[in-house]
């Protein structure tokens, strides 16, 4: 056993991490995340914060058995390198020698760290329990109810069969309709970054919006850890391209046998449905390339519905009977809240944002802030004119996710987490996006989308009738402590000269849906020509 400096030294030594990959290889139900390779890239990169633990167990110089572990800085836990990153932690070993090692280990655990809890969360499948729940009471386990963990095998007829079903081809005509569809796997250096790049602005955009959390953005390490594990190509990267548009991304650890999904993909394609093509096209491909199994990891919902195969995993606790309780109820008490929600029709993201919103509405109480009410309306139309002359402001961007990533709370009347949904929910039916993002803020926003499809709270009652030959400029952002009255009008000259170009009208009417206590919006509107309409 070794911990600290002296574990993160072990990666240097040439003879110990031969004898890893050896037993590595020798494992049946290694993963990925036991490689000498990510377990290394991921203890240098996170060492300061998560405290590398190596035990194992050799004989005559051969490796028998291996477990790479890390001591959390805050708390008692002990979890399995990679920590929350890694799907699958267990040990490596042989199966004759697996009882012994386990065991021993556990029994080498609890006497170095009497106070600390080991929680391994899902063992791999095909990891040998037996000999874990009948050990002695002290070095006793608590395993998990089984939980299902679907997979694809790559040469299953199926997959071929459904991507030339009916569903995913009129999915597929429809998306080339927009350009030419390509499929491709990454294998240059430079294209490799610049689709991690991609992945990364996909994948917090999503996070940040279902739950709260953009993971790059909040985790320093992450980004470079990926990078290392690029350039040990640890890797599987593959694009689904519409034109040069990249509609999805999937990055995915390379296993002995498998690369696991790791696909996310732009919101302006959701109607396509893009990661489920994403996926039966790249299981096609890694059939092609020899690989077996493209793993779907531990989860129902989508996957089960993809899945050609489905096994199990478990987790394991142990060392601390009191912590394993707690865990147990914390995950009952879980399952029971997330049952009721269901049984009410509430998802657990609506909860998250009902929550966030109660919370700020009353930090805003409590400092004398405006109430977050949907306020009043005033709906402007008028008709898109070219830009006046050269604008020598900052350049509008359109439909940047990652712009959008850099709202600050702050400075606006929604929470981190409701904007961030909305603005999916927004781009996922079809609505567009301007942008400004100075000094790490997202300093302007606005949005746009064709009368006839959105859905404005609070301004439907007032609405003039819907046309399809309409657009809605609304929702129009500041950040608070951004003086840009004075450059709002350059600003919305940008947008309505771009919107015909932008939805494909040739001319269209427009109209401006500001709050009715905007004054300098409403002055810039009646400034460029636009009358009132209507007033809510």
Known sequence: MCTGSEALAMLDDAHFMQRWQSL?????????????????????????????????????????????????????????????????????????????????????????????????????????????RDAPAALRCSLSAPEPRPYMRTDADRIVKSFNGKTNRNLYNRLKRLGEVQFRVVTDAVELSAALDEYIRQYDFRQAAMYDCAPFRVDPSKKAFYRRLLADGMLHVSLLQVGDAVVSVNVGLRGPDSVQVGITHSPLYAD?????????????????????????????????QLATDTDEVVELSALNTLHTLRLQRRARLAKLASAWLGRLGVTTTAARLALARAKKSARMALSGALPLTAGKYCIYRGVPKAASGACSMPALRANQIDDLLHYDEAGGRKTYHEFQYDAMKRLESRQHVYTIVHEDKLVFCAWIGKRAELALPGANEKMPAESDGVIALYDIYRHARASLDDRLRGYLEQILSDLPGRLGLEAASVDLVLHAHDKAARSVAEQAGFRLLAQS
């Open 24 to 132: 590595y290889g020798l494992c049946p139900w290694a993963t990925g995340y036991q490689s000498p390779a990510y377990v290394g890239a991921w203890y240098r990169h996170y060492s300061a914060s998560c405290k590398p633990l190596l035990l194992w167990a050799e004989s005559a110089g051969v490796l028998l058995g291996l477990l790479t572990l890390t001591l959390a800085e805050r708390g008692d836990l002990i979890v399995g390198a990679g920590a929350h990153q890694a799907a699958y932690q267990v040990w490596l070993a042989t199966p004759e020698s697996s009882a012994a090692f386990i065991g021993a280990t556990l029994a080498a655990l609890r006497a170095a760290y009497p106070r600390r809890h080991l929680h391994l969360k899902h063992l791999a499948p095909g990891t040998p329990l037996e000999g874990l």
């Open 272 to 304: 396509y449905s893009p990661g489920r093509l994403h996926t039966y096209m790249l299981c096609m491909e890694l059939a092609k390339e020899g690989c077996r199994n493209f793993d779907l990891t531990p989860g129902g919902g989508y996957k089960s």
